[in-house]
């Protein structure tokens, strides 16, 4: 079976800046990829290629160029090289989609409970960088609607503006009723971030992500070996794409968890390989979407739901745009529906 491949661009109009340690977003710029194959003439499958900018390791000035040059190569291919596509991440996790799109005819793409309707996907809710008040409203909000699990974006304010956000929410809210997460983006400098985990357990934090910034294995296998809370590594995992360098991060540095994105980690088969590394070491992992649009979104809760998960996973993140594209998905309380 030949396929034929075009890319579109579109850009995603946040309905709130999105604020990060690396940033605020206002805009996010995707490329909806259009599969299609004479197997079957009536369809195309439709995936999304969504890298983040200062984030993504395949992103560059000319990564628009790069992707258009991958779809033109790919032309008219009956077999698709996929570990050629490896330093390409996002565009690997199009590809896998729309795939699947294109093959099953739906964007349900595997019968389990979840893409029947029958059952949710539990995730964290996510409170983003802001002032104090405003990341207060945002906590005050998601604990209205009753979720079980929040993740906070942490590294931006004062931080001990950030320590009374925390402190807020264990007045009304113990460890056994609430799972509170953290996530630093690599934001604390290595003489302070002891000291900022030590006060931070004050708060039975279940988990921070990425404390501090990447590539420094050994400060962060002290960090994982000693920290009174539990060490998740995300950005750590960037730009590794084989797995030999998979095995090397998680021997040297042996975290607790690992939080896992099909656009920056490998698509669905680099994260699968991830998973299966991490499990044979009695490393924990969640998955989570990168900003991406229901079409990104859908395809990764549709995979999770194949996945035997027993942490509240981070695929929330689709709710966030004016003109997402239209998919039967909903948030409801702490968990994420598919509506057939």
């Given at each position: 079976?030949?396929?034929?491949?075009?890319?579109?661009?579109?850009?995603?109009?946040?309905?709130?800046?999105?604020?990060?340690?690396?940033?605020v977003y206002h805009t996010r710029?995707?490329?909806?990829?259009?599969?299609?194959?004479?197997?079957?003439?009536?369809?195309?499958?439709?995936?999304?290629?969504?890298?983040?900018?200062?984030?993504?390791?395949?992103?560059?000035?000319?990564?628009?160029?790069?992707?258009?040059?991958?779809?033109?190569?790919?032309?008219?291919?009956?077999?698709?090289?996929?570990?050629?596509?490896?330093?390409?991440?996002?565009?690997?996790?199009?590809?896998?989609?729309?795939?699947?799109?294109?093959?099953?005819?739906?964007?349900?793409?595997?019968?389990?409970?979840?893409?029947?309707?029958?059952?949710?996907?539990?995730?964290?809710a996510l409170v983003w960088m802001g002032d104090y008040d405003d990341?207060?409203?945002?906590?005050?909000?998601?604990?209205?609607?009753?979720v079980q699990c929040i993740k906070l974006k942490i590294g931006a304010i004062d931080f001990n503006e950030e320590l009374a956000l925390l402190r807020h929410v264990r007045?009304?809210?113990?460890?056994?009723?609430?799972?509170?997460?953290?996530?630093?983006?690599?934001?604390?400098?290595?003489?302070?971030?002891?000291?900022?985990?030590?006060?931070?357990?004050?708060?039975?934090?279940?988990?921070?992500?990425?404390p501090i910034s990447t590539r420094k294995y050994a400060l962060m296998r002290c960090l994982s070996d000693s920290s009174p809370i539990p060490i998740a590594l995300d950005e750590e995992l960037i730009?590794?794409?084989?797995?030999?360098?998979?095995?090397?991060?998680?021997?040297?540095?042996?975290?607790?968890?690992?939080?896992?994105?099909?656009?920056l980690h490998g698509g669905l088969r680099g994260c699968s390989e991830w998973i299966q590394e991490a499990e044979k070491r009695n490393i924990g992992w969640w998955i989570t979407s990168a900003l991406e649009s229901n079409i990104g979104l859908n395809a990764i809760a549709q995979w999770c739901a194949t996945l035997s998960t027993t942490l509240p996973q981070g695929l929330g993140t689709g709710q966030l745009f004016i003109n997402n594209i239209a998919l039967p998905l909903r948030i409801e309380g702490d968990k994420l529906w598919y509506n057939r």
């Open positions: 079976m030949a396929y034929s491949l075009s890319l579109h661009p579109y850009t995603l109009l946040f309905k709130k800046p999105a604020g990060t340690s690396r940033g710029k995707v490329w909806y990829l259009h599969l299609s194959s004479s197997d079957y003439p009536a369809r195309v499958g439709i995936g999304e290629c969504a890298p983040l900018p200062n984030l993504s390791d395949e992103f560059s000035p000319t990564f628009e160029q790069e992707i258009y040059a991958l779809a033109r190569s790919l032309e008219g291919t009956e077999v698709i090289d996929w570990s050629s596509l490896r330093s390409y991440p996002s565009f690997l996790f199009a590809l896998e989609t729309a795939l699947l799109h294109l093959e099953t005819g739906g964007f349900d793409f595997w019968d389990t409970p979840f893409a029947r309707s029958e059952k949710g996907i539990t995730i964290n990341m207060l409203r945002q906590i005050e909000q998601k604990l209205s609607l009753g007045r009304h809210f113990s460890a056994q009723e609430l799972s509170l997460r953290v996530d630093a983006n690599g934001a604390f400098a290595p003489k302070v971030v002891e000291e900022r985990l030590n006060r931070l357990s004050e708060y039975e934090i279940h988990s921070i992500e990425q730009g590794l794409h084989t797995f030999s360098q998979k095995i090397e991060l998680l021997e040297e540095v042996c975290p607790q968890f690992i939080v896992l994105k099909p656009s």
